[in-house]
């Protein structure tokens, strides 16, 4: 399985950009995709998550309302669409994926099984 993300960059606070993820190798649609960040000296963040198969989505809230989480499913591409950035939002965002059990809590790290490989994004001041 390889996830590969894409999308970051400097932007202007105030600012959008869009994050994607593509996908390959799942051989399933019963999983969980999610996007989490980590800025320098801090712990890694958890953000958004969605259900593969079923579109159910969950936000943390301290994006809740300004990040909008998607998939395309004929694209296996994950999204994160990202508005009103704030330079606090500077940090390695990262996608994941996780087999769906009910039983676990995908806002935790430990919930996926693999991950993308980051792409920066720099929100100036």
């Known amino acids: 399985v390889q996830l590969q993300a894409s999308g970051g960059g400097l932007v202007q606070a105030g600012g959008s950009l869009r994050l994607n993820c593509v996908a390959s190798?799942?051989?399933?649609?019963?999983?969980?995709m999610g996007w989490f960040r980590q800025a320098p000296g801090k712990e890694r963040e958890f953000l958004a998550f969605?259900?593969?198969?079923?579109?159910?989505?969950w936000y943390a809230d301290s994006v809740k309302g300004r990040f909008t989480i998607s998939r395309d499913v004929a694209k296996n591409t994950l999204n994160l669409k990202m508005n009103s950035l704030k330079p606090e939002d500077t940090a390695v965002y990262s996608c994941?994926?996780?087999?769906?059990?009910?039983?676990?809590?995908?806002?935790?790290?430990?919930?996926?099984?693999?991950w993308g490989q980051g792409t920066l994004v720099t929100v100036s001041s």
């Open positions: 994941a994926a996780g087999s769906y059990r009910y039983t676990n809590d995908y806002s935790q790290y430990s919930a996926y099984d693999f």
């Open positions: 969605i259900n593969w198969r079923a579109g159910g989505t």
């Open positions: 190798g799942l051989t399933s649609h019963n999983y969980v």
